[in-house]
């Protein structure tokens, strides 16, 4: 059997079909191309090939993209789904985003099409059980309380609310940050920077759309109401805090870009972000692991891979790549209990969040950099072992 991908592209006009097919003869090697006029055309495909990804126009006579890649989740969930489409306005997208993984804006650069199709395969491959992949691909949102959405819809109702004050809100709720910073990044909106901070993004998305986005949130969020034994959605958005809050001051100690330092803080609020993948969609085994973990004196990655196959790190990693997240980003969430395995040579995003969430974790009787539960065998590798106690004395309190 081929181990070639197999992609699926649909557009209702043929001369973009026949573009996308001469713009990527070179990938004819790894890839397993197959291009559908309409979404009824692309559902019979499916029907017959197991595909890894879909790339779809939004707007199409019939059948929408929307409809289409609705369709596709339900019915084979773990395909990835990107959008390819021409000018739309944010009604439109907004109305798209439940189940849509990535906007891509026509004319798409081919080597932005070529790599975003080959890192979130890329992404994939962290799963042989098709099972893990599809825990991520169909969801549509992550799970984000219900409190907190009705405090922010109050919130756009005072007179002369400002950007920063929606964006501070914004930032106290991890699927909330996680979903508006996916959608103000895509190439629909045609920006020219990355953006990581929850107040740039209602500054650029506008509070109409910010408003809209959390309404249609409050209908996609898919966390079960019922209490997960050992989990606390609050305490893990005060862990996360404070890990991006330290990530942050470490990576500015180290004379980081400010651009970089505040990506070490986006880092260090979504690092865990898994571990809501896992409270919405395998609420009962998550529940297990946690007292697994507990009784057997496990990490919390080792109890989850026993229990459930993988580990939070690598759930999140992958859920941050299909949202077209930065690779620093991607990496923190992957690497930040084993930084050793990460590539880089050198002090990076990831190392900043390793070591912060290792100072947050610590026991609050000491403060000694020889209690952390730390990769000193990476960090002298990569020559920074000495700049521990440095790291420490400029964090904050992580109380």
Not at 107 to 125: A, N, V, Y
Not at 238 to 267: F, N, R
Not at 313 to 320: D, M, T
Request: aromatic letters at 6%.
């Amino acid at each position: 059997m081929s181990d070639k991908k197999r992609i699926l592209f649909v557009d209702d006009e043929q001369n973009v079909l026949d573009g996308l097919r001469r713009m990527l003869r070179s990938m004819r090697s790894e890839w397993d191309m197959a291009f559908a006029t309409g979404g009824d055309e692309a559902l019979e495909i499916l029907a017959t090939k197991r595909f890894d990804v879909i790339v779809s126009d939004l707007r199409m006579p019939g059948m929408s993209g929307k409809q289409l890649l609705a369709e596709v989740r339900k019915r084979h969930p773990v395909i990835v789904r990107l959008v390819l489409s021409g000018q739309a306005d944010k009604d439109s997208i907004l109305k798209s985003v439940g189940p849509i993984h990535q906007f891509l804006q026509k004319p798409c650069d081919e080597e932005m099409l070529k790599s975003t199709i080959c890192r979130t395969i890329e992404m994939g491959d962290l799963f042989a059980d098709e099972n893990l992949k599809s825990m991520v691909t169909e969801l549509e949102s992550l799970p984000s309380p219900p409190s907190h959405q009705q405090e922010l819809m109050a919130q756009f109702q005072i007179p002369g609310v400002s950007p920063k004050l929606i964006g501070e809100s914004i930032s106290r709720d991890l699927a909330m940050t996680a979903k508006i910073l996916q959608l103000v990044n895509s190439s629909f909106f045609g920006l020219r920077r990355h953006v990581g901070n929850p107040a740039d993004a209602v500054m650029l998305l506008g509070m109409d759309t910010v408003r809209s986005l959390v309404m249609i949130m409050q209908v996609f969020t898919q966390v079960s109401q019922d209490e997960i034994k050992g989990f606390s959605q609050d305490a893990l958005l005060s862990h996360s805090i404070a890990v991006a809050t330290i990530a942050k001051k470490i990576a500015q100690t180290e004379g980081m870009h400010p651009a970089e330092a505040e990506d070490a803080y986006l880092a260090g609020l979504l690092h865990d972000v898994g571990k809501l993948v896992f409270a919405a969609k395998r609420p009962e085994e998550f529940a297990e692991a946690l007292a697994v973990a507990r009784s057997q004196h496990l990490s919390g990655e080792e109890a989850e891979r026993q229990v459930i196959g993988a580990s939070h790190s690598e759930i999140g990693a992958y859920l941050l790549g299909l949202w077209a997240f930065e690779t620093p980003i991607v990496d923190a969430a992957l690497y930040h209990h084993c930084p050793g395995k990460h590539g880089c040579s050198r002090f990076s995003i990831s190392t900043a969040v390793h070591v912060a969430n290792a100072i947050v974790r610590q026991d609050p009787n000491t403060n000694h950099a020889a209690e952390l539960d730390i990769d000193r065998e990476y960090l002298d590798r990569i020559g920074v072992g000495n700049r521990l106690g440095a790291w420490q004395d400029a964090s904050p309190c992580a109380a």
